[in-house]
């Protein structure tokens, strides 16, 4: 293995600082637009960023994920000048793509002013989205560099400050200013310097690999095009499914209610924070296993990521939803509440297709990647559908119900190709018993609202009693194995021995019996 790699679980470590930070910046930013921009406004940037970050997929052209997996495979194998010449020709097309995103935005944006803002008056900011929208194209490639290059700890620090400046420097713009549009000129521009600051480390990496042993190896460029060209055009339906329903909402409402529904969204995404890092990770980890073509150590990764995924993401969705109403109440004003049905639909429908990020990732590290187009597609085309039958007539709930079926669509396709490859390793007993765990949490913490006022200490004492509740199911139901739990401590810091020391109380032992089991928890 190149002496260049991180190890994985310190990875996962950081991985989670850098989404807890974009978690934390993007709820303080959301936050405080909603108390100091009327809601049409806040609906407004809302389409701003929906815009950004889908001409940000298509320029990107599929290359994020795909220079990802071939850096990845040369890591392992130790072809050194052959990553050396992928990072040069890399650089080269994405500052090519930057460009053309730039140019295209700029000169269609008196059309989509038209189109979707209703209004003349927005044709700036669309124009200064277009400078955000390069840099994230540059960010995206640069990231995705790194994490093939599996500079898991560098790429986590940078995406730290990147979270942080991209959501605080706007918004203190705004704050300075008071306009809205300045909030845009300071995300281009922090885009920029974020984009600069990652090529900086490539740069570094790329240096350092001049300097050590290699072996005689070629990769034609034309094979990560041809390897991105399906994930090019599944990234684009895929992306524009996520953010078609907003778009609708813009067309068929107003720009009000898109600020509503955007919270509900905002919301959702709470629960990624858990996820994400190890969705980010994966497909370094599971390329090295195809490239040593380790099957076994395939199938069992597969089988405890997925485990692992529905332990910690379901209970946090259906948390989420439980608290629905206290928390758009708390986090966004009164006149948001309305979207927590969205939001409990949301939650409910993702926590049952969660295990497509994990098979997602299987597919892409065997290289089966023309199976994205499939799943993307279907999903756009039902939430292009059903947002067009739904939002007219049900508002934000019908956008919610058409957001979820993406999920639904997305996951029967992964599930059927992860079988028929046969990397899928699903624990169904298993899922079911989180489900379960989740629902009992779900029902009490729902009932308990009614009982106190809505404040911040009362949000705060619930997700307490959730989350005591859901350890106890834990330990009861045997929901994770000393195996698995063995990936989670990994990435605990040794100085917090206590936390592990929980994590071990809480798995259980494959090996032994019932009674064993039953004498040791009574005890």
């Keep these: 293995m190149s002496g260049i790699g991180e190890s994985f679980s310190s990875g996962v470590a950081f991985q989670y600082s850098a989404v807890a930070s974009m978690f934390l910046s993007s709820s303080l930013f959301y936050f405080f637009i909603a108390h ?62 930057s460009s053309l995103a730039f140019i295209f935005i700029y000169f269609a944006s008196g059309d989509i002013a038209t189109l979707f803002f209703h209004s003349s008056a927005y044709i700036l900011s669309i124009k200064l989205i277009g400078i955000a929208i ?28 990147i979270n942080i400046f991209t959501y605080f420097f706007p918004l203190t713009i705004l704050i300075l200013t008071g306009r809205a549009v300045y909030l845009i000129a300071g995300l281009g521009t922090i885009n920029i310097v974020s984009a600069m600051l990652l090529l900086a480390f490539v ?25 991105s060209i399906p994930l090019f055009f599944a990234s684009i339906m895929g992306t524009s499914a996520t953010y078609i329903d907003r778009i609708v909402v813009s067309y068929f409402i107003n720009l009000s209610s898109l600020g509503i529904y955007n919270f509900a969204l905002i919301i959702a995404a709470a629960a990624t924070i858990l996820v ?8 370094p980890k599971l390329s090295t296993f195809f490239s040593l073509d ?125 079988r028929k490859f046969g990397i899928n390793n699903y624990d169904i007993s298993r899922v079911i018993k989180v489900w379960i765990s989740s629902l009992i949490m779900f029902g009490v913490i729902y009932a308990m609202q009614g009982l106190f006022p809505y404040t911040m200490f009362s949000v705060f004492m619930y997700i307490i009693a959730g989350f005591a509740i859901y350890l106890l199911e834990i330990k009861v139901f045997r929901l994770i194995s000393q195996e698995e739990m063995g990936y989670i401590i990994s990435v605990i810091p040794d100085k917090l021995q206590t936390l592990k020391y929980m994590a071990k109380f809480l798995a259980y032992n494959e090996h032994s019996s019932t009674y064993d089991r039953l004498f040791r928890f009574i005890k």
Excluded: C, W
Excluded at 364 to 379: E, N, P
């Design 36 to 97: 100091l921009l009327p809601v049409n406004i806040v609906g407004g940037i809302s389409l701003l960023y929906a815009i950004m970050n889908i001409m940000a997929v298509v320029f990107v052209f599929g290359l994020s994920t795909g220079i990802q997996h071939y850096l990845s495979y040369h890591i392992a194998r130790e072809n050194h000048s052959a990553i050396m010449k992928l990072i040069r020709q890399t650089i080269a097309f994405s500052l090519l793509l």
């Design 134 to 161: 390069a840099g994230s194209v540059m960010i995206n490639i640069a990231g995705s560099m790194l994490l093939g290059l599996n500079q898991y700890k560098k790429y986590s620090i940078i995406y730290i400050f």
């Design 203 to 227: 740069y570094r990496v790329y240096k350092r690999l001049g300097t050590m042993p290699t072996k005689t190896a070629k990769e034609p460029y034309h094979n990560i095009i041809y390897y």
């Design 276 to 283: 994400a890092p190890v969705s980010n990770l994966l497909i």
């Design 294 to 418: 380790n099957k076994d150590g395939f199938k069992n990764s597969m089988r405890i990521l997925l485990n692992i995924v529905s332990l910690v993401y379901i209970p946090a969705a259906l948390g989420i939803a439980a608290l629905s109403r206290i928390i758009l109440y708390e986090f966004a004003g009164p006149v948001y509440i309305i979207a927590y049905i969205p939001l409990i639909i949301i939650m409910f429908i993702t926590s049952i297709f969660i295990g497509s990020t994990v098979l997602s990732a299987g597919i892409s590290s065997i290289r089966k990647t023309r199976i994205f187009i499939y799943a993307s597609g279907f999903a756009l085309v039902s939430n292009i559908l059903l947002s067009i039958i739904l939002i007219p007539r049900y508002g934000i709930i019908g956008a919610a119900i058409a957001y979820s079926s993406m999920n639904g669509v997305n996951f029967a396709i992964v599930y059927y190709y992860a």
